[in-house]
């Protein structure tokens, strides 16, 4: 008799209380926020933002669900959706957008064909919160071609989607 394999079940991490600060995820999570939250979120998965949430930050992430008020820019990478409950002033980046009836947006959004084109200009302290380093060493990296990065116009630039496919690789070769 063959044995029923259970389906592993999906991980929700729930933020009820009042945050500050900044939030990053390497790896993929399911992330809702039904608080109030300050500060910067850096995602990947699926982030909600609950009905009741109050969320003053810049967001970054894969898939965005947003059903409260949340004042700051938001990139998504894969998609964006703002619920009939939403109330979102800031700049949106996103491949697709999803606005449903009730919504409302004050600011600008920007599309573009598929999720390769929606990519992050980060800077070297940027990559180095990212990657919990000091910005010298990323500096160092940068100069001797170790890690993704261009100099234009006097500084250094590093695409997210390059950073992030660098990581992937070196955790291969690792």
Same mark, same amino acid.
């Given at each position: 008799?063959?044995?029923?394999?259970?389906?592993?079940?999906?991980?929700?991490? =729930? %933020? =009820?209380?009042?945050?500050?600060?900044? !939030?990053?995820?390497? =790896?993929?999570?399911?992330?809702?926020?039904? *608080?109030?939250?300050?500060?910067?979120? =850096?995602?990947?998965?699926?982030? +909600? %933002?609950?009905?009741? +949430?109050?969320?003053?930050?810049?967001?970054? *992430?894969?898939? !965005? @669900? @947003?059903?409260?008020?949340?004042?700051?820019?938001?990139?998504?990478?894969?998609?964006?959706?703002?619920?009939?409950?939403?109330?979102?002033?800031?700049?949106?980046?996103?491949?697709?957008?999803?606005?449903?009836?009730?919504? %409302?947006?004050?600011?600008?959004?920007?599309?573009?064909?598929?999720?390769?084109?929606?990519?992050?200009?980060?800077?070297?302290?940027?990559? #180095?919160?990212?990657?919990?380093?000091?910005?010298?060493?990323?500096?160092?990296?940068? #100069?001797?071609?170790?890690?993704?990065?261009?100099?234009?116009?006097?500084?250094?630039?590093?695409?997210?989607?390059?950073?992030?496919?660098?990581?992937?690789?070196?955790?291969?070769?690792?």
């Amino acid at each position: 008799m063959a044995k029923k394999q259970e389906e592993p079940q999906e991980k929700i991490l =729930d %933020v =009820d209380a009042s945050m500050q600060g900044t !939030i990053t995820f390497k =790896d993929p999570v399911n992330l809702r926020i039904n *608080g109030s939250f300050e500060g910067k979120l =850096d995602t990947r998965g699926v982030l +909600a %933002v609950g009905e009741n +949430a109050k969320v003053k930050a810049n967001i970054t *992430g894969d898939k !965005i @669900i @947003i059903s409260g008020k949340v004042s700051g820019n938001i990139t998504a990478f894969s998609s964006l959706t703002l619920t009939g409950h939403a109330v979102v002033s800031g700049q949106l980046q996103t491949p697709v957008l999803s606005i449903l009836e009730g919504a %409302v947006l004050d600011g600008e959004v920007q599309m573009s064909a598929g999720e390769q084109e929606v990519s992050e200009d980060m800077s070297l302290g940027d990559v #180095a919160n990212f990657l919990e380093l000091e910005e010298h060493v990323v500096e160092e990296w940068a #100069a001797k071609k170790k890690i993704p990065a261009v100099f234009q116009s006097g500084s250094w630039h590093v695409r997210r989607s390059e950073l992030e496919r660098w990581i992937q690789e070196e955790r291969i070769n690792s």
